[in-house]
């Protein structure tokens, strides 16, 4: 038996339920081969090696407070009425390997009741173990410090290694820092920087062809005619893509025409996958299964899924296709439970799974057709409980839905109504609105 004899549609086939068609999708996508990115096209892609550091950071011990560096047994009995007395003899400004030491002086090193007037970030001089701040010696009180000064007065005891930042304090030389699967953000950038990497060897992200199908669909920037609708499916999906961490690639519209179909596809050769939209449910044009079926390899027709149930997935020329419905909000549905993922996983990604939280229903829904049901909703936080509630209108195609509501509220497929007050799961596909639940 062919597989395509296997999901041709039947009346008796029961539908693939939601979690059982994306494994079976996700079965097919694996991590894309690593390249070594520049640092800054690294962020927000998964490490693809072990980073080990070559050298120390901070790589010389060093002064985390401009002062003076000091023996900290010289201030052991400093106080305001009988404050320390320590002869300066010398300045250390960040960015040279010693002090500049002031004339006369003969051992280049802290002798006792000896000090080195010091600025955040310069090494620690020799014999010093602790920096006082400016604030606790005598130049707190003048209006202008007075560099060339022979003394400074030391009015408090500083501990040994008190505002010195010892070599290695943050990454110490040969330790393992980042591992490979770890998203990077800001803060591994700058490590890598610290540590001399200005290449990274990353998952990089995967390319996205995008297709609109429709005879009726033009390109936004056309005046309508009669009976034409604008093509907006294809931006929705490029943006996503984007937010995801894809690189959108938009192919055009077909039209509901084979021979069309094939030219497209041919624009989609190099792609990571392919997201199609429309094309994929019983009307006598929709031609992109037929096109999946008979030209490539079809794998997936149809999901217990509410909106969004007539989409598949297959192959043409060995590049997966995910058909996903033309009715705008059933498109963006289907691929935030399928594309999404898909793309995550060819990103590197583990965690493929949106932000859940459970939240109580403020009014009935229906599910007499016992598919996953995922309602355009609104979740919001009152008091130290999350309520949810639907959009008023539910339709396929109103992209409005989506745009009043911040979530999808989750009704099992099990369930055939949903009555007010029940506790359901809520996928929030926008970390802001988790912020703003937890604020
Ligand atoms: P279909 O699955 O091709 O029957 O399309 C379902 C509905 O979605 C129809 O009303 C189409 O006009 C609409 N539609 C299809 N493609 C797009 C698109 N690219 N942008 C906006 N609406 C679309
Ligand atoms: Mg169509």
């Known amino acids: 038996m062919s597989s395509n004899a296997r999901f041709s549609p039947s009346p008796d086939r029961p539908l693939l339920d939601v979690d059982e068609a994306r494994e079976r999708i996700l079965a097919h996508f694996s991590p894309l ?53 320590l002869r300066v003899i010398g300045e250390a400004p960040a960015g040279g390997a010693t002090p ?3 004339e006369g002086v003969i051992h280049p090193c802290l002798q006792p009741g000896t000090a080195v007037r010091i600025m955040t970030g310069a090494v ?13 010696t005598d130049e707190a009180f003048e209006a202008t410090p007075d560099r060339g000064r022979d003394v400074v007065r030391v009015f408090r005891p500083v501990r040994p290694g008190e505002n010195v930042r010892p070599a290695g304090e943050d990454i110490p030389a040969g330790s393992l820092v980042l591992s490979p699967g770890t998203v990077l953000g800001p803060a ?18 995967p390319e996205v062809a995008i297709l609109a199908t429709g005879d009726e669909v033009v390109p936004p920037d056309r005046p309508l005619e009669p009976g034409r609708i604008r093509n907006s499916n294809s931006y929705v999906l490029a943006a996503l893509v984007t937010q995801v961490g894809g690189i959108p690639r938009l192919i ?5 025409q ?21 094309g994929v449910s019983q009307g006598d044009y929709d031609r992109v299964k037929e096109f999946l079926r008979t030209r490539g390899r079809f794998e997936i027709w149809q999901v217990r899924i509410k909106p969004g149930k007539p989409m598949a997935f297959g192959f043409i020329d060995d590049v997966p296709v995910l058909a996903l419905p033309g009715n705008p909000v059933a498109s963006v549905v289907a691929f935030l439970q399928f594309a999404r993922p898909a793309i995550l996983r060819l990103l590197g990604r583990a965690d493929l799974a949106p932000i859940r939280v459970r939240a109580v229903l403020t009014q009935h829904v229906d599910n007499s057709g016992r598919r ?13 409980r999350l309520f949810v509630t639907p959009v008023p209108n539910q339709g396929a195609g109103v992209l409005s839905g989506l745009v009043s509501g911040n979530c999808l509220a989750v009704i099992p497929e099990d369930w055939p109504e949903a009555p007010a007050g029940s506790e359901i799961e809520v996928e929030l596909y926008d970390p802001n609105v988790l912020q703003e639940l937890l604020a």
């Open 33 to 85: 081969s690593p390249r070594r990115l520049p640092l800054l096209e690294a962020l927000g892609l998964v490490l693809a090696e072990p980073i080990r550091a070559r050298e120390s950071v901070p790589p010389f011990t060093n002064a985390a407070m401009d002062g003076y560096a000091v023996r900290a047994a010289d201030t052991s009995q400093a106080s305001h009425a009988h404050p320390a007395t």
């Open 100 to 102: 500049r030491w002031r």
């Open 124 to 136: 620690l001089p020799p014999g010093a173990d602790a920096v006082v701040r400016f604030e606790e």
């Open 188 to 205: 591994h950038l700058g490590i890598l920087a610290a540590l001399g990497y200005t290449w990274v060897l990353v998952h990089p992200r």
């Open 252 to 256: 055009g519209i077909a039209s509901d």
């Open 258 to 278: 084979d021979t069309d179909l094939e030219g497209r596809f041919r624009a989609a050769r190099g792609a990571d996958l392919v997201l199609t939209s429309g």
């Open 372 to 384: 996953r049901h995922f309602v355009r909703a609104r979740v919001e936080r009152r008091g130290d």
